[in-house]
């Protein structure tokens, strides 16, 4: 089993920087996709940013230039630095872990930017 665990979410204003981070823990593959997924009421969960170990990202058109993933393999530990902030940015933000056909998910950090 995966555990993982969100940090960093809040309330900030449009224009503002937050940082999340996102710490797995249990039965955790060398090789694996980590990152972050987002959703709104109403809304499909959506792709915002993913790195894999092998040092590939993807990002999100809406966010890219203004949000940096990367990961401490180290600690198993996954960071989203957050610039530029929008007010639809908002929403529930849930890390993720791949790993061939498993999927694993947090509980979600919620992020409010107001404007």
């Known amino acids: 089993q995966v555990q993982l665990v969100e940090s960093g979410g809040g309330l900030v204003q449009a224009g503002g920087s937050l940082r999340l981070s996102c710490a797995a823990s249990?039965?955790?593959?060398?090789?694996?996709?980590m990152g972050w997924y987002r959703q709104v009421p109403d809304k499909q969960r959506e792709l915002v940013a993913i790195?894999?170990?092998?040092?590939?990202?993807n990002y999100a058109e809406s966010v890219e230039g203004r949000f940096t993933i990367s990961r401490d393999s180290a600690k198993n530990t996954v960071y989203l630095q957050m610039d530029s902030l929008k007010p639809e940015d908002t929403g529930v933000y849930y890390c993720?872990?791949?790993?061939?056909?498993?999927?694993?998910w947090g509980k979600g950090t919620l992020v409010t930017v107001s404007s």
């Open positions: 790195t894999t170990t092998l040092g590939t990202t």
């Open positions: 249990g039965s955790i593959f060398s090789i694996n996709t």
């Open positions: 993720y872990l791949g790993y061939k056909t498993m999927n694993y």
